[in-house]
């Protein structure tokens, strides 16, 4: 009987959200049929290839391997992540390490890695869901994997990680989750790795950076629209990511001109570049943390924001926001960056609190916590 309610569960994984919310009078009778039912148990040979064992005090931290192949920020978090819980383990005296009846708690550090079914007391790692937040952007296939693949994942988990206040509040609307099973912790943010001895051709004197892939929620055509309007400076804009092509975007060649897109880059001459701009620009119309700005900072540079969460909730001098569908704004920036050198005292004190609040450690230290208190 139990074998055949897995696998109607496997076929129609929205009944997963359904028998959640009708056992929510109930939480005890859900966790026994979410263990015994809906999860999957797994022998070492799985375990040893779709984890890393971290230990800790009293548990062992699956930790997902999957994750850390990726190439954009979720892999970056990743592998950030991943090197501190190692070092908070090593620092562990060995004998408490010895322990009998240890529990093992897997960990995936972004749902999009994660398998239909998961294992008991796993905690999921949802950095946002922001094709639920800006529909019109993503084609219906990515809005429906959200709500019947995803979905019924986050409601097998036992506990929801999140790096911002804003993303939590638009999980738990959008994917049905009571939103006290949702955990806040901010991600940690590092300088991307530089070398004294680098350098390379810049492209323009005065120039504005963007960091990212061409996706339609990045909002790249505000920015094309405040070049084609007159400002006080010659300001240039450098696409840095994938899928980035001038012509695409416009068919001026005054404008053209003023559009360099040089593909992916090493961090060291991302780094280079940033160091040279007049600043990071950051028009997406929706983000669950917004890491760039914070990389930024840490490199000494102002960031133009769209005036959006997360980057007002995490966001506050070094930065100037403008209204993401409003090019004039963005032109005004520009020309401000250009020539405002109190910016630069603000991005101090910007980056000294990004390096106290947002750090790898606390991370760790936050997450084993929570690892700790599941049953």
Known sequence: MLHRVKELALRHPLLIVAAKLALKPFPGVWVRVRDKVLTQRKSEADLERDFILIPFATFDLLYAKAPLEDRRGIGRVARELLSQLKLSSAELNADCLLAENRKQIPFYSSIHFCPDQLLPNSIVMIHDVTPLMVPECFPPPALSEWYERFAPIAHQAACIVSGSHSAAADIASKLGLEQDSIQVIYNGVVAFRE?????????????????????????????????????????????????????????????????????????????????????????????????????????????????????????????????????????????????????????????????????????????????????
């Open 195 to 375: 070398d004294p001895e680098f350098s390379m051709a810049l492209p323009a004197e005065k120039f504005v950076l963007f960091l990212g892939a061409n996706e339609q929620y990045k909002n790249l055509d505000v920015l094309v629209r405040a070049l084609r309007m007159h400002g006080q400076h010659d300001v240039h804009l450098v696409l840095v990511g994938d899928r980035h092509n001038a012509e695409s975007y416009v068919a001026e060649p005054e404008v053209r001109a003023k559009i360099h897109c040089v593909g992916r880059l090493r961090d060291d001459e991302v780094s280079y570049l940033m160091r040279h701009s007049l600043a990071l620009v950051f028009p997406s119309l929706y983000e669950g943390f917004g890491l760039p700005p914070m990389e930024a900072a840490l490199l000494g540079v102002p960031s133009i924001c769209s005036r959006r969460p997360a980057m007002t909730e995490l966001l506050e001098e070094g930065v100037i926001f403008c209204d993401p569908h409003v090019p004039s704004e963005w032109r005004r920036a520009m020309d401000r960056v250009a020539s405002d050198d109190q910016l630069v005292t603000a991005v101090r004190r910007l980056a000294v609190k990004i390096q106290r609040n947002f750090n790898w450690a606390a991370v760790a230290d936050k997450l084993t916590k929570i690892a700790d208190q599941l049953p």
